[in-house]
């Protein structure tokens, strides 16, 4: 008898992809891929997903019981780089491997963080207003931080935050950076000095968040880290939205303790049309869009099908979120 091809689930996002690259680089396996719409609660993937060997998901939560009801699976994939979806711990000590693909879309987000910056130090937004209405005027309103000589203070400096340090570097800023989990030849190599959060909140012109999203980081940028900021600076978020305390960032801009955000992510998302956020105009507000390039989306699909046809032909994927379920003695459910 003919053993069954595995199962690979993907679950899209919110904005459907075409993953026909993945189930031809799981052809080989065998493997076959299904495609299923979003699915945003835990009961619907546990009812939709019981038979998966791997699954690969972009937004939809990977909770413990979404993994111990789906007895076969053996590896969860996230389509980008956070992971803040799916329960790792859990994962681990089921011996589910845990993959994500850290590396596709690191300069995009490096790339639209510094246009959020230059946007709000260029007030395009509003220039391009004026000229739209039919209104003129020969300088800023209001003026323009000259950015050069400014200081950017970047939070996290993994992938994308060294990234982002190269490309402001060049604008002829002081780069100051918290990560305490960077080594110092990372901050030697890029020209960054490192300084505690408390000090890079007090110092920055400009903030830019790049740290992923756990229970240390949630609201890691809130009420403290406002007070401390000049009423003159910007912060920017391309990280995860619940790294930044919304309500404590409306406050502060309401009570102008600091001159203005952009935000590309946000607590919850889609965000609604009416947050106080959006009613602002020292507010840019993008659509977690950051990561998008076409290129660096087109490659997605095939990566997913790779990683997951490693797993599943019993090697290692590139790129392990939970590196303690290949130590020795570890539980790892087999293929």
Known sequence: MTARPSQVYVVQ?????????AQRALDSVPAKVITLPFI????????ALRDADGLVIAASPVTRAVMSACEGLKAVMRTGVGYDVIDVPAATELGVVVVNVPDIWVREVANHALALLLTFNRKLLLLDRQVHAGVWSSGVPGGAGSLHGETVGIVGLGNIGSAFARRVAAFETTVIACDPYVDDARFAALGVERVSLDVLAERSDYVSVHTLLNAETRHLIGEAFFRRMKPTALLINTSRGPVVDEQALT???REKRLAGAALDVWEQEPVTSGHPLLAMDNVIAT???AYFSSPAVAQVPRRCGEEMA???TGQRPLNV???EVYAPGAVRRAR
């Open 13 to 21: 996002g919110r904005g459907p992809r075409d993953f026909a690259d």
């Open 40 to 47: 945003g609660d835990e009961e619907g993937m546990i009812a």
């Open 251 to 253: 406050r502060a801009l």
């Open 287 to 289: 659509p977690h869009a």
């Open 310 to 312: 490693r797993v599943l």
């Open 321 to 323: 979120v939970n590196p």
